[in-house]
């Protein structure tokens, strides 16, 4: 019900800022098409490696989703693997990526370009924009099918030995993620995105 799924969400939000943590929560209902929220859900967050989806994307779109691209692609996904990603990201529009995903899918609070030129996990995003972008990719049958794919057959561990079951994978059978971890909004790395 939806007292229970506010509930729900105030309590995960509430816990999380006891704690100290600046949190935004954000879920899109697919039957509704309503999105519900806690914390701050238009805030802006570093999209670390869930930026990795909007390079496939991006890739599929492109016709360049075959081959060599299409396995390295797979492992950037299931293994979150940074080098590949380095590797595409100029050839899918660099830091203007997420602007061309936000034209493709009309989206515009999903987030902006990184404030530090070339630092893709800088790229920021917005909770309520982030699951916008994700109902709306789920209903383009050029892409979802791949990228879907790829994104239920997450390892648990990454390709730089980072465990990524945690939240989502953990709580649940066959999801689609693709988990995003790091410090790319920190000076000095001493908080965690």
């Keep these: 019900s939806a007292a ?101 899918y009309h989206v515009w609070n999903l987030g902006s370009p990184p404030s530090s030129p070339g630092y893709w996990g800088n790229t920021h995003i917005t909770p309520r924009g982030l699951v916008t972008y994700y109902a709306r990719m789920k209903r383009d049958r050029r892409v979802a099918p791949w990228l879907l794919a790829a994104m239920r057959h997450i390892r648990k561990y990454g390709s730089d030995g980072t465990y990524q079951y945690f939240g989502l994978p953990s709580a649940t059978s066959d999801p689609a993620v693709k988990q995003g971890w790091g410090c790319d909004f920190a000076a000095g790395c001493n908080t965690a995105d």
């Excluded at 729900?8 to 954000?26: K, P």
């Design 4 to 104: 229970t799924r506010s509930a729900v969400l105030q309590a995960a939000a509430g816990y999380a800022r006891s704690q100290g943590f600046h949190i935004g929560i954000a879920v899109y209902d697919t039957h509704t098409n309503r999105v519900y929220g806690s914390g701050d859900t238009t805030g802006r967050f570093a999209s670390e490696s869930v930026i990795k989806v909007m390079i496939a994307n991006r890739l599929i779109v492109q016709g360049r989703m075959a081959g060599t691209t299409a396995h390295r692609a797979w492992k950037m996904i299931t293994q979150s693997d940074d080098g590949i990603a380095s590797s595409f990201y100029y050839s899918v529009g660099g830091d203007g990526l997420i602007n061309w995903i936000k034209r493709r």
